[in-house]
């Protein structure tokens, strides 16, 4: 069946009440819609997120750095509640022009570096501290390609998928069919790749897998968009799912996934780890 055909005008204008559930906080212009500063805590890096897969990322790397032994990488998380509009604070603007999640302060030299956009944050921290990301240029070009795979990737899974099929008000067709068939191909060209490949850029843990991981491994997992594994049959991918579990039983993952959630609204040591009951859990 297909859906009733819409007409666009022609000039589109803002309809305050369009739906969704972020339809009170979302607009079509940038900027502060409040005077909030920032919280700062006593570590190098402080790190304004939330527990989505584009926040676990960050989380993510900043354990396995300190798990690897990186001391200087230690960090305070901030929860960042965008359901309450915390994204569009004056303090996390001036932080993240463009009002997402997550945004960085890295004040481990001489003058404070403003980060935003995870990718950005993977990047400058894998050069910072020499780690997770090849050294030879042949390694860092295929870790850097697949990085960017998944940041242009992200919208088709999250923006795209995962609101027409899950946020949506109404459920539209041709929009999930469409996105729908995005994700399968996504699935399917990192299925291809780990059927070559322990990891994504080789045989090492890279960045690439930190970024790709919470996205593929969350829907792999059931843990995104409703009944999206089974909707989608996930299980199809099975390259995937052997990479998903391998990067899930590492205990900086466990960690760094779950911070600034439910269950860690704030990080700012390795100790706050041992108050959460089963972190590996959900």
């Known amino acids: 069946m297909s859906d009733a055909e819409y007409t666009p005008p022609a000039v589109w204008t803002w309809d305050p009440s369009n739906g969704g559930p972020f339809a009170s906080i979302n607009r079509p212009t940038a900027g502060a819609q409040s005077e909030r500063e920032l919280p700062l805590g006593e570590h190098p890096f402080q790190l304004y997120s939330l527990g989505t897969p584009n926040g676990q990322k960050v989380s993510i790397?900043?354990?396995?750095?300190?798990?690897a032994g990186y001391s200087g990488a230690e960090y305070d998380?901030?929860?960042?509640?965008?359901?309450?509009?915390?994204?569009?604070?004056?303090g996390f603007v001036a932080l993240n022009p463009n009002s997402k999640i997550p945004a960085l302060l890295d004040r481990s030299g001489p003058q404070p570096i403003r980060l935003f956009e995870s990718g950005a944050m993977l990047l400058h921290l894998a050069e910072k501290f020499g780690a997770f990301i090849p050294a030879d240029a042949a390694g860092r070009a295929e870790c850097l390609s697949w990085l960017m795979w998944q940041m242009g990737s992200a919208p088709f899974i999250g923006g795209g998928y995962g609101h027409f099929y899950h946020y949506a008000p109404?459920?539209?067709?041709?929009?999930?069919?469409?996105?729908?068939?995005?994700?399968?191909?996504?699935?399917?060209?990192a299925d291809n790749r780990l059927k070559e490949t322990r990891?994504?850029?080789?045989?090492?843990?890279t960045i690439a897998d930190m970024a790709a991981w919470p996205w593929l491994g969350n829907l792999t997992n059931g843990l995104a968009y409703g009944t999206t594994r089974e909707f989608l049959?996930?299980?199809e991918y099975e390259?995937?799912?052997r990479w998903v579990e391998e990067i899930m039983a590492r205990p900086a993952v466990q960690r760094g996934r779950i911070v600034n959630t439910a269950k860690m609204p704030e990080r700012h040591s390795r100790a706050d780890f041992d108050k959460v009951e089963e972190p590996a859990a959900g």
């Open 61 to 67: 790397l900043f354990e396995e750095l300190l798990e």
């Open 170 to 189: 109404v459920k539209i067709e041709y929009a999930i069919n469409r996105y729908a068939m995005e994700v399968k191909r996504l699935f399917s060209v």
């Open 239 to 241: 390259a995937v799912g």
């Open 77 to 90: 998380a901030w929860l960042i509640n965008i359901g309450t509009g915390d994204q569009f604070g004056s």
């Open 233 to 235: 049959q996930l299980h």
């Open 199 to 205: 990891f994504l850029a080789g045989e090492d843990y």
